[in-house]
C-alpha cells in the first residue's frame, strides 16, 4: 500500500506530458530533435509520432528510437497523409492518447532543455477546468544549428480579437492543458482549417481560456528549404504576410475559422459570440458600416504594419 501511495504523489508532483510529434521525410534534423526530448529537466514525459508517409529513413530512425528508450517512452502511428495540420490534428483528437499535458512538436527543431519545466509552470497555475495555452518566442537557427534571429517579439496581450486576425503563437513552442484539449477533441479532426496552431489559438481565447505568450524562446527553430512552415521575422517576410491579406487569403482563412468555430459555438463566451456575429455581418456591409463593425470587434494585430495592413484589408472587404 505504501508503494502505491508513493507512485501517486510521485504522478502528481511530475505530470505527464504528451509530446504529440508529426513527421514527414524527417530524416536529416530528426534525430537532433528526439535528443532534445532527452536532455528536459521534466522527466515524465511519452512522444506520440505521427508519421504522414515518409519515404525516407524517418520511420527507421523512430524505430531505432523506440528500442533504444524505455519501454512505451514513444509510439509511432500512422497519419491521415492529408498534410501537416490535418496529422497535428489526428493526435490531437486521438482520445487513446491520456496525459495531463499535451506539447505540439515539429520533427526539425531542437527543444531548450526547460521547455517543458517553463510551460508546465504557467499551466500549472491555471485552475483544471480552465483551458490554458502555452506558447513562446524562438531562436531562429540555420541547417547547422547556427544561431540567426530571433522570432518576432509579440507585446500586446494574447486574445480573441487578436487571435482572429494573426497567429502569436508557433505551434512548436505550444503545451496545452487537458481542458484545453477536450476543446480541440470537440471540435473535432476533420475541420476546414489550414494551420493547426493558429486554430488553437483562435478556439481556446474564443471559449473563454487563458493564453500566456513567453518572451523568452523555448526552442531552436530550424529555418531550412524544406520548411513547412518558416517563421515570417524578417522585413520582406512580415510584408509578404501583408500581401497575403490583400491577396484574399486572409478572408478564405477566416472563411475556415468561422466555418469551425460554429461547431463550438455553445461554447464560446458571450462577448466572443458577439464578435463572431459582427464580424459575419461587417463582411456583408458597405465599406463606412464595414469600418464601423470592425472598429467595435476591437480586432488588433501585434506590430503596426500587422495593424495598417488589417485596416486595408477592412477598407476593402479583404477580412
Known sequence: MSENIAKKDQSASCPKVAILLCTYNGQHFLNAQLDSFSAQTHSSWQVYASDDGST??????????????????????????????????????????????????????????????RALGFLQSVPADIPA????????????????GLSPL?????????????????????VFNNAARALLVEAGENLPITIHDWWAYILITGCGGLVHYDSHPSIRYRQHQHNLIGMNSSFAARFKRILMLWQGHFKTWNDQHISALRVLDHRLT??????IDNLIEARQKKMISRLVLIKRCGFYRQTFLGNLGLIFSAIFNKV
Do not use: H
Not at 495555452?133 to 540567426?148: D, F, P, Q
Not at 507585446?155 to 505550444?174: R, V
Open 56 to 117: 525516407d529513413t524517418t520511420l527507421q530512425i523512430l524505430k531505432e528510437r523506440q528500442q533504444k528508450w524505455p519501454d512505451q517512452a514513444l509510439e509511432i502511428l500512422s497519419g491521415p497523409a492529408r498534410g501537416f495540420a490535418a496529422n497535428f490534428l489526428s493526435l490531437t483528437c486521438n482520445t487513446d492518447i491520456v496525459a495531463d499535458y499535451y506539447a505540439y512538436s515539429d520533427q526539425d527543431d531542437i527543444w531548450d532543455a526547460d521547455k517543458l519545466e
Open 133 to 148: 495555452l502555452y506558447c513562446s518566442r524562438s531562436r531562429l537557427v540555420n541547417t547547422e544549428n547556427n544561431e540567426i
Open 154 to 174: 509579440f507585446n500586446k496581450k494574447p486574445g480573441f480579437a487578436n487571435a482572429l486576425m494573426q497567429n502569436i503563437g508557433s505551434g512548436n513552442t505550444m
Open 270 to 275: 458571450p462577448e466572443n459570440r458577439q464578435i
